[in-house]
């Protein structure tokens, strides 16, 4: 395999660790006030994932630093194009991180309920918007011949990107549903087995909207060769496992096939690009690919030959993280946030 297509496939891994973990993170801040009744309760909450949030983060910006090493001109095009999206993102993040650390510095209600709140936006927004970046990236967006996105904020919004990102949100929020029924116990339990079993059908009609849509705006799914692909098939036979074994109430294997889900899903979406990493919607020359956006070829070797060293650290850290919190979290546990 060619340096370059073995970066597009590891950016493709990085997104697929990104989005299983991030995923439930953020549908975790966004179910939070809605299903915690109390301040106990939501502490219970916030503290199924709070050890683990920003480790989760890490995939995003690993994933980031490697789409500007090893694909300069697409960093550059997407992040330029993208720009005020990608600021709102940002600007979200940095709200949901502070929340996490502020909340618990004061006990007053207002006080708590506030950055509830901010927690929950700063979940809400990032959730939306990446379905709504991943829509575009392979919809197409306006790039010229010196690869120069040429276009506005409202070109990013279309039938297909809005449908993505509310697509990508209720995803997250069943995932999150799905990961409170494993960590938490009690009234906090039931209340999220209750909206992963509501959120489920949710899931699976904007889904199959969404492929609706893909067939009639996009390429994605004749680039796969087979049509409509292994890959999109899996993903949607993933989805139904989700709702049958959320039915026997059997969460850890509907936790596995909701996390697979992500897997196909994004796998479909790098499948369908390639060898492409950006679609001109001017024309199809001017799309941006493996080939034109690459760095050289002795960057990418020094890359893969650090990636080969620390990237197995991290995923064995992270391993290790979720096994020593592994345990559930109740009203009576010793809470930290």
């Not at 709140?117 to 991943?134: K, M, R, T, Y």
């Not at 492409?276 to 760095?295: M, Q």
Request: aromatic fraction near 14%; charge should be neutral; glycine fraction near 8%.
């Amino acid at each position: 395999m060619e340096l370059n297509s073995l970066w597009f496939t590891l950016i493709a891994v990085l997104f697929i660790g990104f989005f299983f973990l991030e995923g439930f993170d953020y549908g975790v801040g966004i179910l939070m006030p809605f299903l915690g009744r109390n301040d106990r309760e939501r502490r219970v909450i916030i503290n199924t994932i709070g050890p683990f949030w920003d480790g989760n983060e890490v995939w995003l910006i690993t994933a980031g630093g490697a789409m500007f090493a090893a694909f300069p001109h697409w960093y550059a095009t997407m992040f330029s194009g993208f720009y005020l999206a990608l600021v709102l993102m940002l600007l979200a993040l940095i709200v949901r991180g502070v929340a996490f650390e502020f909340r618990s510095k004061d006990r007053h209600p207002r006080w708590r309920r506030l950055w509830d709140w901010l927690l929950c936006g700063g979940s809400f927004i990032p959730a939306l918007l990446w379905g709504v970046a991943l829509a575009n990236v392979v919809r197409g967006v306006p790039i010229d011949a010196e690869m120069t996105y040429v276009g506005t904020f409202f070109d990013l919004i279309n039938p297909l990107s809005l449908v993505a990102g509310v697509a990508a949100l209720v995803a997250f929020m069943l995932h999150g549903a799905i990961f409170l029924s494993l960590k938490t116990d009690g009234e906090v339990r039931a209340r999220a087995e209750q909206a992963a079993s509501r959120l489920w059908p949710v899931v699976a009609i904007v889904i199959a909207l969404l492929v609706i849509l893909g067939y009639t705006q996009t390429d994605i799914f004749r680039q796969l060769g087979i049509n409509p692909g292994v890959s999109a098939l899996g993903s949607g036979a993933a989805l139904l496992a989700v709702g049958w074994l959320l039915r026997d109430k059997n969460y850890s294997w509907a936790f596995a096939a909701m996390g697979l889900h992500l897997a196909l899903t994004i796998i479909t979406v790098f499948r369908g690009l390639y060898p492409r990493v950006l679609v001109s919607s001017l024309d199809p020359a001017y799309s941006l690919t493996i080939t034109n956006a690459s760095s050289s070829e002795y960057t990418l070797q020094i890359m893969t030959i650090v990636a080969l060293i620390f990237v197995p650290i991290v995923v064995l850290y992270q391993a290790w993280s979720y096994w020593v919190f592994r345990k559930r979290i109740s009203a009576e546990s010793k809470l930290e946030y």
